[in-house]
């Protein structure tokens, strides 16, 4: 009785090893190959000064890249591995510590989109250990997530998508890399090296004679600005703001009218500011989220109304004072003698005098080395968030 009972619990379990394969198989479905049409991006990514180019594919919002352009590029920050073949282990090798080297066409974005990808699986050998990760192959070449590859290597990768930043985080330092796509929303290219200055340039009061031609200087050079707009023009022009919009200049409130704020009722106050706001929403579809005063000039009442509106307040740090000096020259002087790192410069594209100046005052500036961005970029990029009511100067 009691063989018969083994005998029982041995065939058993030769079924079951057999049975549970099987159950298993449909786990296997996911790594079954499978083909997807993979839309490549091209990327541009400063490091230190130097500048990269490299594709990535974009799948369900994930990131796909060679890994060796990965590793060429980390060569620059904290975060080495070397990237080699493991015969024996039949396996891609990552050294970790150990600077890559270059094998030729690292980085150089294959010219077609559109591709399509197989799913697929690579077997990584990290520190001895074997891992298998589901990449992607795209014209014999192996994508992997991004992801993967930071958890397998112990350092954080982060996306921004607001700000197109890619954040390695490499434990002891923090290494920032900004990424500018040709696609995706909105197109505007914006570029961030960490080692070099940001500044935001600012013009108030317009849309006026001179915006056309300011925005003109603006676009030549690729840079953006942040434009504090009277609401009534704002109505009189919507094709300028637009423009404005379109481009990814930053449309910024200045109330309606220009009017003292100090000095009119809560009422008031708030009636220049929300209508500003409701006129460029209602052209460019997107509400403005900064407020800077006409004269500049703020009391505790009217913060109070700012705090209540969710609007902080947007001074600066260098005053051009081209309203003042109708002279090219001297506004263009007054800018290069004191531009500093995270300043927020003021001008006015109102005035004949501002727009000729800009003619020399971006190309110095650029060729100084200044990244020209946006008020709320220049914050976000260096780590403050803004709040209702509080007046800000500069991105320091
Ligand atoms: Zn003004």
Redesign the pocket.
């Known amino acids: 009785m009691l063989r018969k009972f083994v005998s029982f619990i041995l065939l058993l379990c030769i079924l079951l090893s057999f049975v549970i394969p099987a159950y298993a198989a449909p786990n296997e479905s996911i790594i079954t190959p499978n083909t997807i049409v993979a839309n490549r991006r091209d990327s541009t990514v400063y490091i230190n000064n130097q500048r990269f180019n490299f594709h990535t594919f974009d799948i369900n919002g994930q990131n796909h890249m060679r890994i060796r352009d990965l590793a060429f590029m980390l060569n620059r920050t904290g975060v080495q591995f070397g990237v080699s073949w493991n015969s024996e282990r039949r396996a891609i090798q990552l050294t970790t510590g150990t600077p890559y080297t270059p094998v030729g066409s690292e980085l150089r974005p294959k010219s077609t989109t559109g591709k399509t990808g197989i799913f697929s699986e690579a077997r990584v050998c990290i520190d001895g250990t074997i891992s298998i990760f589901n990449t992607l192959s795209i014209d014999g070449e192996t994508y992997f997530r991004l992801r993967d590859i930071s958890t397998a290597l112990g350092f954080s990768i982060t996306w921004s998508a607001s700000d197109s930043r890619i954040i390695i985080d490499a434990g002891s330092r923090t290494v920032e890399v900004s990424v500018s796509t040709s696609t995706g929303p909105g197109a505007h290219r914006r570029i961030i090296d960490t080692s070099r200055p940001v500044i935001a340039l600012t013009f108030?009061?317009g849309p006026g004679l001179h915006t056309t031609e300011v925005l003109d200087i603006l676009s030549a050079h690729g840079t953006p600005a942040t434009f504090?707009v009277l609401g009534r023009l704002a109505e009189r022009n919507p094709a300028t703001i637009t423009r404005m919009y379109n481009f990814g200049h930053e449309i910024a409130n200045?109330s309606w009218s220009?009017a003292l704020l100090t000095r009119e009722n809560n009422a008031r106050i708030t009636k220049e500011i929300v209508n500003t706001n409701m006129v460029i929403e209602s052209i460019t579809g997107r509400a403005p989220v900064l407020f800077r005063a006409?004269?500049g000039a703020v009391n505790s009442r009217v913060e109070q109304v700012l705090r209540d509106l969710d609007f902080p307040i947007i001074n600066w740090s260098l005053d051009s004072r081209d309203w003042e000096n109708r002279n090219a020259n001297a506004i263009y002087n007054a800018t290069m003698r004191d531009v500093r790192d995270r300043d927020i410069l003021l001008y006015?594209d109102i005035h004949i005098t501002t727009a000729h100046a800009l003619r020399r005052i971006i190309p110095s500036l650029i060729a100084q080395g200044f990244q020209l961005v946006t008020v709320s970029e220049l914050m976000c990029f260096s780590g403050i968030s803004l709040q209702a009511g509080q007046e800000y100067r500069h991105g320091r």
Do not use: G, S
Request: aromatic letters at 24%; a negative charge; glycine letters at 0%.
């Open positions: 108030d009061d504090f200045h220009h006409p004269y006015h």
